[in-house]
C-alpha cells in the first residue's frame, strides 16, 4: 500500500530540481572550498616555518606530532570534511530521487573517499620523500633514502644455488 503525496510521488522521494547547474556549481564550489581551506592552511604554515629543500621522514613525522597537538591542525580538517561533504550532497542533489540516499549514502561515500584520498596521499608523499631524500639505509636490505626497506634482492635464492651445487 503506497500513499501519494499529493504531486504524484511517492513518501521519501525528492521532487525534481528546476535549475541543475546551479546545484553543480555551488556543490563543486564547496567541494574546493573544503578542500583548499586545509591545504592554504598547511602550504602557509610550510612558508612560515620554511620547509623547503630536503624533506625527510623525520620532518614528516615532526608536522604531524605537531598537527595532531594543535587544535587548528584537528579542527580545519574536520571542518574541511564537513564542507566538502555538504557539496557532496548539493552536488548530488539534483541526480537523486530518494531522501535516505541522499542524506546517508552520499555523505557516507563522501567521507570514505576523503579518508581514502587522504591514505593515497600520505602514501605517494612517503614514497616520494623515500626516494628523493639522500642517504643510504643502513643494513643489507635496499636502504632508500632515510627509509630502511628490506627489499628482497634475491641473492638469498643465488647463495643457496651455489652452495648445493
Avoid: Y
Avoid at 87 to 98: I, W
Amino acid at each position: 500500500m503506497v500513499t501519494d503525496t499529493g504531486a504524484g510521488r511517492k513518501p521519501g522521494m525528492l521532487a525534481p530540481v528546476a535549475h541543475r547547474g546551479w546545484w553543480i556549481f555551488c556543490g563543486l564550489l564547496l567541494q574546493i572550498a573544503g578542500v583548499g581551506g586545509p591545504l592554504v592552511h598547511v602550504l602557509t604554515k610550510a612558508r612560515h616555518e620554511d620547509i623547503g629543500g630536503v624533506v625527510s621522514v623525520a620532518t614528516f613525522r615532526l608536522a604531524w606530532h605537531e598537527s595532531l597537538h594543535a587544535r587548528a591542525g584537528v579542527l580545519l580538517p574536520a571542518a574541511g570534511t564537513a564542507v566538502f561533504v555538504a557539496g557532496c550532497v548539493l552536488l548530488a542533489r539534483p541526480f537523486v530521487g530518494r531522501r535516505r540516499t541522499l542524506l546517508i549514502a552520499v555523505p557516507l561515500a563522501a567521507v570514505v573517499g576523503v579518508l581514502v584520498a587522504g591514505v593515497a596521499a600520505i602514501v605517494v608523499a612517503l614514497v616520494v620523500v623515500a626516494f628523493e631524500s639522500g642517504g643510504s639505509g643502513g643494513g643489507g636490505g635496499g636502504g632508500v633514502g632515510n627509509l630502511d626497506f628490506d627489499l628482497p634482492s634475491g641473492s638469498r635464492r643465488r647463495a643457496r644455488k651455489q652452495n648445493v651445487g
